[in-house]
């Protein structure tokens, strides 16, 4: 079976972890600010905080904000549903913005159309998470000018955009955002097995990031309630959790960053060969807009049903039936049934839900060979022919 991602682990990442292995530190040692020292600097941000997965980035990143009952999160319904669950970890309300036909993201009409109605019925947002879908940024100038505008504060969901960049400036910079947050898992861009990391400016987000993912502990004298009682004083500040990265997978993560630019680079020449060959065929391709440089997580194809009668569910068939293992990405938020207790109904975001009903993700990663992405076209000419 083709995967539709995949790692690739080199020999440098196997003896890097080796190396961290058979340090003293294996969990809390000094790879961890090395990798969040390399990525932020990669990133052109002042902070880096990295956590066992980037669905614990998001819950710290949220709590970090300040969010809890009685407040709201809006995010995009096309994305993992880790995007809207911090919200609820918070005790937040969440809602969502529809999506852009064309790029998939959050659509920034939709978002000031809802702001204005929620700015008269006194139900404005206190966070919003745009998701940079398939590696894509969202226009965060337009976003970031809402957010002055109508006071919510920003966190990007950039798990699939590591690597990326947006107007000329790589994703993560948190230029128009109080916190990004990157995921390690294997299917992404880079890899640390699980793991995730949150990038930030802004030194007290940072520092309480740093907490929060520690217990709520700190053993820094000038964050403790009055003066230390000695030299093995720590205090918990605030109701944390255990959310930490381990040093074996930060010293993963270390050596994965020498592939960054050649796995976006190497990304974007199959999305050409799918682009070229799969033209002729009844199929909607991925947009790419001038402003932003995808970092390709995903290659999301729609079925065209004015061009075609085949179906999205044929189609899929066929190809995991060809030994092409295709995905799905992704099935509306607000329809899983757990949103769905809560109100959200099928036919409340309609553009989300009708990119849903077309969709198949081909076969994207790096180490995708030439004769496999031919095996992948060959299928959906034969399917589609
Ligand atoms: C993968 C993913 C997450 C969660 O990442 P983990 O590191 O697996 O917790 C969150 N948001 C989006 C958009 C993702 O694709």
């Not at 839900?353 to 959906?380: D, K, N, R």
Request: aromatic fraction near 8%; proline fraction near 6%.
């Amino acid at each position: 079976m083709i995967p539709y991602g995949r790692q690739n682990i080199t020999d440098a990442d196997v003896a890097a972890v080796v190396e961290a292995l058979r340090s003293d530190w294996i969990t809390q040692g000094p790879a961890i600010p090395r990798f969040e020292q390399a990525l932020a600097e990669r990133v052109g941000a002042r902070h880096g905080v990295a956590m066992c997965n980037a669905t614990a980035a998001l819950h710290v990143a949220c709590m970090a904000l300040g969010l809890g009952p009685g407040d709201r999160l809006w995010t995009s319904p096309i994305t993992f549903v880790a995007s809207a669950n911090c919200g609820l970890y918070c005790g937040a309300t969440v809602d969502f913005v529809d999506i852009d036909p064309r790029s998939y993201n959050m659509d920034v009409v939709a978002l000031e159309a809802k702001l204005r109605a929620a700015q008269a019925s006194g139900t404005l947002p206190k966070v919003v998470v745009p998701v940079h879908f398939a590696g894509q940024s969202c226009d965060m100038a337009a976003i970031h000018a809402l957010g002055q505008r109508y006071g919510f504060r920003i966190i990007e969901d950039a798990s699939h955009a590591v690597g990326g960049s947006y107007l000329g400036q790589p994703v993560g910079n948190c230029r128009y955002s109080d916190i990004t947050v990157f995921s390690f898992h294997p299917v992404k861009i880079i890899t640390t097995a699980e793991g995730g990391m949150a990038m930030t400016h802004d030194p007290a987000l940072a520092q309480a990031m740093e907490r929060l993912r520690s217990h709520g502990i700190t053993r820094d004298p000038a964050q403790m309630d009055g003066a230390p009682e000695g030299g093995w004083d720590y205090q918990q500040i605030d109701l944390g959790y255990n959310y930490r990265l381990t040093d074996l997978q930060a010293a993963l993560g270390h050596s994965q960053l020498s592939q960054l630019e050649g796995s976006v680079a190497r990304r974007h020449a199959i999305a050409q060969r799918y682009d070229a060959e799969l033209a002729s065929l009844p199929l909607i391709t991925p947009w790419q807009s001038p402003d932003a440089h995808s970092a390709l997580h995903l290659y999301p194809i729609q079925v065209d049903p004015s061009r075609t009668a085949v179906s999205r569910r044929a189609l899929f068939d066929g190809l995991r039936a060809a030994g092409i293992g295709v995905n799905v990405h992704y099935i509306p938020v607000h329809t899983q049934p757990h949103y769905r207790r809560l109100g959200f109904a099928r036919g409340d975001f309609p553009v989300a839900e009708a990119y849903y009903a077309h969709a198949v993700s081909l076969p994207m990663f790096p180490t995708l060979t030439e004769a496999e992405q031919g095996t992948v076209i060959a299928a959906l000419r034969r399917l589609l022919g």
